[in-house]
């Protein structure tokens, strides 16, 4: 529940409850985009860098009275060893990706945030998430009704003790593997099997969103995990009037495929196959070189074609771990079409960039337009949020330019009937 602002006053060691600050709450903190997005964030808040990337920094989206920088305030869960710092420097020792000035400047804030970190929960979440963990993270056992309760407790505990209006929770852990027994449609016949890790269905990134909802907390899937997509827990984001979205967030040659396939259909060009091969070498890509985790995200990026083109050409993915490459990932993708007369043609391209750098700036923009559409008195699954992601939860369409005027025509229409945030409590 959220913190109460009574006369009374304040509980000691909280702040007083202000409506303008909102809490962002990771799943996977210590990974490459959590701590991108911190590094990034702090530069934000000093104005040592230009938006570039944050989509929420242009018109019309700028009229929405969106939670400014310096009043998000993060926290989050991680089933790691090592410290929050030490794990953004290696964006630079091993990926050269974040000038190191700036990971130096941002050394206040990550201290300031480890003081929140909590150990996160390894039911269901697989076993090779599980051979990361920290030893003491994993000998913990808990039934997945306990793994819950003590998440909601965490994300209640830091609303309170921060004075927090809102908390948006958001899921940038690495892929776990689908789940292993089926989910119901029906959440009642879902929560008395919570007592036992043998008999739950719910793999650990539905258990984190269950604990969001309980908190009254927003929420949001940017990985391929189950997370909030079974029916039974949308069911639960509707009862409870939860905000959330997901899944998988769309950064690269996902990304790609659902710019160039609506060329293909409006040319009336046949694809009849499309190949992509995907390397790359982050703390993510070693999850996904085991087959079982790799399974989900193979299937998330594999199955927008078929929706945009009308029909289902020949495909395949691959996804292989390189260490060396670091955070850094290089997509090549080969596309055999056939135009007049039968003639095939091919076009190929090769999209390279870097991870973390293209996910953090959509993360804040998924915050800040999650907690808008909260305070716009919305709920469920947030369907004009569907251009950030490759599965997006409720939406058929995967034409991007379609997506991103979805996206627009919303921030248009309530840019008009803005007015300015209450401030305080």
């Not at 998000?72 to 060893?81: E, F, K, N, W």
């Not at 997370?227 to 769309?250: F, M, N, Y």
């Not at 379609?402 to 008009?416: F, G, T």
Request: glycine letters at 8%.
């Amino acid at each position: 529940m959220p913190p109460s602002s009574s006369s009374s006053g304040p509980l000691p060691g909280s702040r007083p409850l202000s409506a303008s600050r909102v809490g962002l709450w990771l799943i996977g903190a210590k990974g490459g985009v959590a701590t991108t997005l911190m590094t990034g964030l702090a530069a934000l808040r000093r104005g040592a860098i230009d938006p570039v990337g944050v989509v929420t920094a242009m018109d019309p989206f700028t009229r929405l009275s969106l939670v400014d920088f310096a009043d998000i305030v993060v926290g989050g869960h991680d089933i790691r060893a090592g410290r929050l710092g030490d794990e953004a420097q290696r964006m630079w020792a091993e990926s050269r990706a974040i000038p190191p000035e700036l990971l130096a400047d941002a050394a206040g804030f990550f201290a300031e945030v480890e003081s929140r970190l909590r150990p996160g929960t390894l039911v269901a979440a697989g076993d090779k998430i599980r051979s990361l963990a920290d030893p003491r993270t994993a000998a913990v056992v808990e039934t997945p009704r306990a793994a819950v309760d003590r998440v909601r407790g965490d994300v209640e505990a830091f609303q309170k003790a921060e004075g927090l209006g809102h908390v948006v929770v958001v899921n940038v852990a690495s892929t776990e593997p689908p789940p292993a027994l089926p989910i119901p449609d029906d959440f009642a016949a879902v929560e008395p099997l919570l007592s036992s890790a043998e008999q739950c269905p719910l793999p650990a990134s539905s258990l984190y969103f269950l604990a969001a909802a309980e908190a009254g907390a927003s929420y949001i899937n940017f990985t391929p995990s189950t997370g909030s997509t079974p029916t039974c827990l949308q069911q639960v984001a509707i009862e409870r009037r939860i905000a959330h979205a997901g899944c998988d967030g769309k950064t690269g040659e996902t990304l790609l495929k659902s710019v160039l396939a609506p060329m293909f259909a409006a040319r009336n060009l046949e694809v009849m196959s499309w190949v992509g091969h995907n390397i790359f070498g982050n703390m993510d890509g070693k999850v996904l070189d085991d087959p079982r985790n790799k399974a989900a995200k193979v299937r998330s990026k594999d199955h927008l074609l078929a929706a945009i083109l009308g029909y289902p050409p020949q495909t395949h993915v691959s996804i292989e771990y390189i260490e060396s490459m670091g955070d850094w990932k290089t997509a090549w993708d080969h596309i055999h079409f056939r135009g007049f007369l039968g003639t095939p043609m091919t076009l190929q391209f090769t999209w390279q960039g870097c991870d973390s750098i293209l996910a953090a700036p959509l993360v804040l923009d998924l915050v800040r337009l999650v907690e808008r559409a909260r305070r716009a008195g919305e709920y469920g699954a947030i369907e004009w949020l569907s251009c950030f992601f490759k599965s997006p939860l409720n939406v058929a369409e995967q034409d991007f330019s379609k997506q991103v005027a979805m996206l627009d025509a919303w921030a248009r229409s309530h840019a008009e009937l803005t007015v300015s945030p209450a401030r305080g409590g």
